[in-house]
Every structure is written in C-alpha cells, then in structure tokens.
C-alpha cells in the first residue's frame, strides 16, 4: 500500500508539473484568479514544485521497499560513475539558462536559441544529467521503489520533452527545426 501510494505521489507530481506549465492553463490561472503576473506565477509554481518534489523524496526514503539485488562492488562504482556524470552534466548545463527568470526573481525574458555548451551535444541536457544521475541512485539503492521512480522519471521525460518541442518550435520556428535536424534530444548521436 505504501509503495501504491508512493507511485500514485510521483505520477501527480509529474502530471501536476507539467499541467500547470501548459501555456493555455498559465494564461487561464492568470486571468481568473488573484495573481497578478506571470512573474508571481512563476514564484507560485516554483513553490509547489519545490515543497512536492521534497515532500516526495522524504516519502521516498521512509517507504519501505524490497531490495531488486543485493549491490555489488562493480555496481557501486558504476552508480558512482553515472551519478558522477549526471552531476556535471546539469551543474555545466545550468550555466546556459536565465535562472533568475526561471524562479522567478526577474521578469521572463525573450532570448535567442542558446545551443552552445552542453546543448551542442544534446537539446535536453538537464534531462540526460537527471536521468544518469537517478540511474546511478537505483544502481546505489537498488529498491523497488527506486526502480519504480527511475521508470515513472524516464516516462515523464520523454513526454516532457515531446511537449517542450512543440513549444520550443513555436517559439523559436525555423531555428529550432535545424537544430532538431543536427542535435539529438538526450543521448549524444543516438536519441
């Protein structure tokens, strides 16, 4: 039952995520409630982010679970390696992005298509450093409910990302289609 409840904690979180970063629900919120700016939505949205991504990985940690296989050294050093790697991979890709914006400190602003960085080898860079960086968390702990999180993680991404294109296309048109074209979306080469 716990473990039921964890996963129903994550499926809402991420559905909760993107739903209220969905243009047509911003600009709906907007108008019909007592925010007063897309700036204070954003501080809004980060908020809800923040306290449910901590609440979840507290839940996380107290939900008992079963062990997948008891971790051996090869796969201790290989979650090291890819939490490692995942790490350095957002902490440089980060530097690519208006974080002051982001969280809502300053107004949102118009930018041009940044593919320089780590977005020269990948379009999702913050994606791929998450996805190696909770891969080496299950080879770490290898439970159940952390095989389930990996799973439900890697689901949202790809979805995300589907979504994040279409409005990344929109945004930036042409410029974003040849980027498509010559930069894969995660895995360098490959997807």
Known sequence: M???LLLLGWLLYFYLHSFLAVTRVKQLLLQHSSISNARM?????NMIALIGIVGLLYLQYITPS???FLPVSIS??????????????????????NWKSFIGITA??????VIAGMNKYVRH??????????TGFFLWQPYVKNI?????????LVIGICY???KLLKDYGEAYKNYQRTVKKMIPFIW
Not at 125 to 134: A, C, I, K, R
Not at 148 to 156: A, C, E, S, T
């Open 164 to 166: 994040e294109e279409k």
């Open 41 to 45: 939505y954003r501080i809004g949205y």
């Open 125 to 134: 860079p913050l994606y791929s450093g998450t996805m190696l960086f909770v």
């Open 66 to 68: 079963a062990l997948l």
């Open 108 to 113: 949102g602003q118009t930018h041009s298509l």
């Open 2 to 4: 716990n473990l039921f």
């Open 76 to 97: 201790f050093y290989m979650a090291l390696l890819l939490m490692a790697t995942g790490l350095v991979i957002m902490l440089v890709a980060i530097k690519n992005y």
């Open 148 to 156: 389930l999180l990996l799973v439900i993680m890697m689901m949202y």
